[in-house]
């Protein structure tokens, strides 16, 4: 296992989560063509991490682009997006790519995103060394977005959660959870959580969409997820937690009321979109009891936030709907 981002928790802080003191770790205009850079997912890869990035340029299009790093903070991105090859089917239309996710399961890495295939869907593609990229069928008819897969089969099956949505930004959202045998046909699509009521949890309560990829601790899957409310001042995006059942994931045994980080730096409340913090990535080492999430900053960048795995657990439990 590679030594994991990792600042410790300033003096006298009393949130679960605290900020990198350098925040954001990627700026908006990082490669030459980008607008922005945000929304972007880190794995652990060889002796360092690789990633796939959000990219969009300055006729704000939308894609895809390696990159790599050795310490998991400071990323060289290749200036060039992913170009896809066939996989599972020859069929592999994207009218754009963005809000990637990148989990390893048995032998390669596989990528989700949202894939503009007629609207909004999920893209699904695989890579054994983040240089040659390979597309498969979309997982789902359009309208969707937020594919996030576990990191291993469940019951013998490959399982993904998503949000389906509509065309446009979404008024609403609730996360389900969808099977397959093979990563080409989904089915047995079950609803897991839905935005909750004003009065319970307010900063949930416009759509919920899974963030990083869960993971799995004793207690069950802890995933990571952004919750909407709709303002005066228009969506605000902040970030809880919850812990689905093990075995049936479609189950929540905990669910955060408070949130866990909302935006209230710079850097998250001023960008392209303001007021989102919207995680999609998530390094953790259990042993040293240390998480590292990478989130989306305003649209615009990419941050970095650290916690104790164990506390965000404890939190989740002790605060929960």
């Not at 006298?12 to 850079?37: E, F, G, H, M, V």
């Not at 065309?167 to 093979?182: A, L, Q």
């Not at 009321?257 to 390094?283: H, K, M, T």
Request: with cysteine; net charge negative.
């Amino acid at each position: 296992m590679n030594l994991i981002p990792w600042q410790d928790k300033p003096n006298n802080w009393k949130d679960i989560l605290w900020r990198y003191s350098a925040n954001p770790i990627i700026d908006r205009y990082a490669i030459p063509s980008s607008n922005s850079i945000f929304n972007s997912a880190v794995v652990e890869y060889k002796d360092g991490f690789a990633g796939v990035f959000r990219c969009d340029n300055k006729a704000v299009q939308m894609n895809i682009f390696a990159g790599f790093s050795k310490d998991g903070i400071h990323w060289d991105i290749n200036h060039d997006p992913i170009q896809m090859k066939a996989g599972n089917t020859q069929m592999i239309d994207s009218d754009y790519k963005y809000d990637p996710r990148v989990v390893f399961i048995e032998d390669r890495y596989w990528i989700t995103w949202c894939n503009g295939y007629h609207g909004p869907t999920i893209g699904i593609g695989y890579t054994f060394d983040f240089k040659e990229f390979f597309q498969c069928e979309n997982a789902f008819l359009p309208f969707n977005r937020n594919g996030v897969l576990f990191p291993k089969k469940i019951n013998g099956k490959y399982a993904m959660l998503s949000r389906p949505s509509d065309n446009g930004h979404t008024p609403f959202g609730d996360i389900y959870i969808s099977y397959s045998p093979d990563m080409k046909y989904w089915g047995e699509h079950r609803c897991v959580m839905k935005a909750t009521n004003f009065e319970d949890s307010a900063w949930q309560c416009t759509k919920v969409g899974a963030g990083p990829i869960p993971i799995l601790t004793n207690d069950g899957w802890l995933m990571l997820y952004h919750g909407v409310i709709n303002t005066c001042n228009g969506f605000r995006y902040a970030m809880g937690a919850a812990i689905l059942d093990e075995h049936q994931p479609d189950i929540v045994k905990y669910r955060t009321q408070p949130y866990l980080l909302g935006p209230s730096e710079l850097y998250e409340q001023i960008g392209d979109v303001p007021n989102v913090v919207f995680p999609c990535a998530a390094l953790h080492d259990s042993e040293e009891d240390k998480l590292a999430i990478y989130y989306g900053a305003a649209d615009t960048v990419v941050a970095l936030v650290f916690g104790r795995l164990s506390e965000v657990i404890q939190f989740t439990k002790e605060n929960s709907l």
